[in-house]
């Protein structure tokens, strides 16, 4: 078999069992396997295709079509330029999340101290330490194998001298340190509606990193009760949230007297995504 006509196969077989971007999925699990790139199947539609490279990419391809994410097969994903390992013990990153980056970047000089909540695979704090110099973060998990996942990234982007990470629920011992920035990313999916979602998400996405209990907002509770023991004055909370619970997260900021200057932040699609406040 030729280069061009196994990426149609696994292309069908994708289209079949309605795979959105099932073009997309088809040609990157083969690169993959081949070892190729994106040229090739324009340049080289008629390589010849290995019995092994066969087999593999159509294990990849039945994966995939057993709703696998993407990511999960290929072991790492893009995020803010950047690659990053992930597994079954982390989300994936998204694109939307970048919003998140980016604001908490505009609030972030060289030399501070970050703190991010429930790191996952560690996406967030490590890609605004690529883009300072001198900045530290602290990572938290509740997930030890999340962590593993993170640290891993840290090494792998030369970052892991300027980020601790510890398996704790939600904030570290708190032993009077104080951050200039802290960021999250919690779970904010309501317990009833994880179900409801792709099954991408809800078979294969780690329950521990979605599930925001009965009405998703939990963690975000938490969180702005306890920020103020850790973030230093004038300091900025970033955290990423539902389409849907911009007014009800900044309603929860609003109760707390002690938060100012805050913004929901819209994502590409124009949803809220991100929440940032100050810290009087």
């Known amino acids: 078999m030729i280069y061009k006509e196994i990426y149609e196969?696994?292309?069908d077989i994708l289209k079949r069992v309605g795979i959105r971007d099932d073009r997309l999925d088809a040609r990157l699990l083969l690169e993959y396997v081949c070892k190729t790139d994106h040229s090739t199947l324009f340049a080289h539609p008629d390589r010849e295709i290995s019995d092994l490279e066969?087999?593999?990419?159509?294990?990849?391809i039945s994966r995939r079509a057993q709703r696998e994410p993407l990511a999960y097969i290929l072991g790492n994903w893009d995020f803010m330029g950047l690659t990053f390992k992930v597994n079954e013990n982390v989300l994936i990153p998204e694109q939307d999340t970048e919003i998140l980056v980016e604001e908490a970047l505009r609030y972030c000089e060289d030399g501070m101290r970050v703190l991010d909540l429930c790191t996952g695979s560690g996406c967030i704090a490590l890609s605004i330490l690529n883009f300072t110099n001198e900045t530290k973060a602290v990572c938290t998990d509740i997930s030890e194998k999340a962590l593993n996942v993170a640290r891993?990234?840290?090494?792998?982007?030369?970052?892991?001298?300027?980020?601790?990470?510890?398996?704790?629920?939600?904030?570290?011992?708190?032993n009077g340190a104080k951050f200039d920035l802290i960021v999250s990313n919690p779970p904010y999916i309501a317990s009833g509606i994880i179900e409801t979602l792709a099954p991408e998400v809800k078979d294969y996405e780690p329950r521990l990193a979605l599930d925001g209990a009965e009405d998703g907002l939990v963690f975000y509770r938490r969180i702005i009760k306890s920020v103020p023991d850790y973030l230093f004055s004038n300091g900025y909370l970033v955290m990423e949230i539902g389409y849907d619970q911009g007014e009800a997260v900044v309603s929860l900021l609003k109760q707390d007297k002690r938060y100012h200057d805050i913004e929901v932040i819209k994502d590409y699609s124009e949803n809220d995504r991100v929440v940032r406040a100050c810290f009087y």
């Open 152 to 174: 891993e990234n840290a090494v792998t982007l030369g970052l892991d001298n300027r980020a601790d990470f510890f398996c704790t629920d939600l904030f570290p011992e708190n």
């Open 9 to 11: 196969k696994g292309t």
């Open 54 to 60: 066969e087999r593999s990419y159509m294990e990849l």
